[in-house]
C-alpha cells in the first residue's frame, strides 16, 4: 500500500549533506557570568538552496550576514533561536526558518546567519565541537 501524496508536488531530496541543530542555553550559575551551552537537538539532511539577492540585500540592511539557505524535512522542532552545525564544523545563526509549500515529503527552508560572536567557550553536548 503506497502513502497518499499528491501527485502535482516535486519529490524533494536532500543529499548535500548533514546539519545538526542546537539549542543554546546559559549554563552558569545565577549571578556568575554567563556560560553558553550547546545542546543538540536533531540531525538532519538538508539540500542546498539558492541564496537569492533579495533575501541577500534585505539582509544587509538589517545588519545580517546570511551566508547560506537549505531545505531539511520539516520536524517542528528548529526554530530562529537555534544554532546550526554543518559536517564540515562551520556554526551558523538560525535567521528565519519557512515552510515550504509543493514538495514532498513537508519541507522548511532554513536560513543560515554568520554567527560574529567567538563559540569557543560554548561547550556542545551530543555530538561534535
Known amino acids: 500500500?503506497?502513502?497518499?501524496?499528491?501527485?502535482?508536488?516535486?519529490?524533494?531530496?536532500?543529499?548535500?549533506?548533514?546539519?545538526?541543530?542546537?539549542?543554546?542555553?546559559?549554563?552558569?550559575?545565577?549571578?556568575?557570568?554567563?556560560?553558553?551551552?550547546?545542546?543538540?537537538?536533531?540531525?538532519?539532511r538538508y539540500e542546498e538552496q539558492r541564496l537569492g539577492l533579495q533575501r541577500y540585500y534585505q539582509s544587509k540592511q538589517n545588519q545580517i550576514d546570511v551566508e547560506r539557505v537549505i531545505r531539511t524535512p520539516r520536524t517542528g522542532t528548529v526554530s530562529s533561536q537555534d544554532m546550526a552545525v554543518t559536517e564540515d564544523g562551520k556554526r551558523y545563526h538560525i535567521a528565519l526558518v519557512q515552510t515550504v509549500e509543493g514538495v514532498y515529503p513537508p519541507s522548511v527552508d532554513i536560513t543560515l546567519a554568520k554567527i560574529e560572536q567567538k563559540f569557543e567557550s560554548v561547550a556542545v553536548e551530543g555530538g561534535a565541537e
Open 1 to 44: 500500500m503506497k502513502p497518499y501524496r499528491p501527485s502535482n508536488e516535486i519529490t524533494q531530496a536532500y543529499n548535500d549533506g548533514v546539519v545538526r541543530i542546537y539549542t543554546v542555553t546559559d549554563a552558569a550559575r545565577p549571578g556568575y557570568m554567563p556560560q553558553p551551552q550547546a545542546t543538540l537537538k536533531t540531525t538532519l
